[in-house]
């Protein structure tokens, strides 16, 4: 059974930062690749940032660029998301994802893996 577990959320103040954690377990994503979403109250769910199999390529939505940074290390099936100069609109609840396909993926569709999430809560 596969199974990802997410980490690494709470109250933050506005300027701050938090580090979210993945734990995948049940299979391994050295070759598929990662995502974060999230969802905020009464919004859909939303593409944050993806990375590839290998680590090299990673994609951002433009509201997080140049906050939040996505890394993964294969070796413990571990994926994380650094997200600095938090803002009162990044607050949501974050989910970990895992796709079946090597090369970065956008779409809520092309990942067949979910944690729970981990809610992000900020404060202004």
């Known amino acids: 059974q596969v199974q990802l577990v997410e980490s690494g959320g709470g109250l933050a103040q506005a300027g701050s930062s938090l580090r979210l954690s993945c734990v995948a377990s049940?299979?391994?994503?050295?070759?598929?690749?990662m995502g974060w979403f999230r969802q905020a109250p009464g919004k859909d769910r939303e593409f944050v940032a993806s990375?590839?199999?290998?680590?090299?390529?990673?994609l951002y939505a433009d509201s997080v660029k140049g906050r939040f940074t996505i890394s993964r290390d294969n070796a413990k099936n571990t994926l994380s998301l650094q997200m600095n100069s938090l803002k009162p609109e990044d607050t949501a609840v974050y989910y970990c994802a895992g796709s079946l396909y090597y090369t970065i993926v956008t779409m809520r569709s092309a990942y067949q893996y979910w944690g729970q999430g981990t809610q992000v809560t900020v404060s202004s």
């Open positions: 049940g299979r391994t994503f050295s070759n598929a690749a």
């Open positions: 990375i590839g199999g290998s680590g090299d390529t990673t």
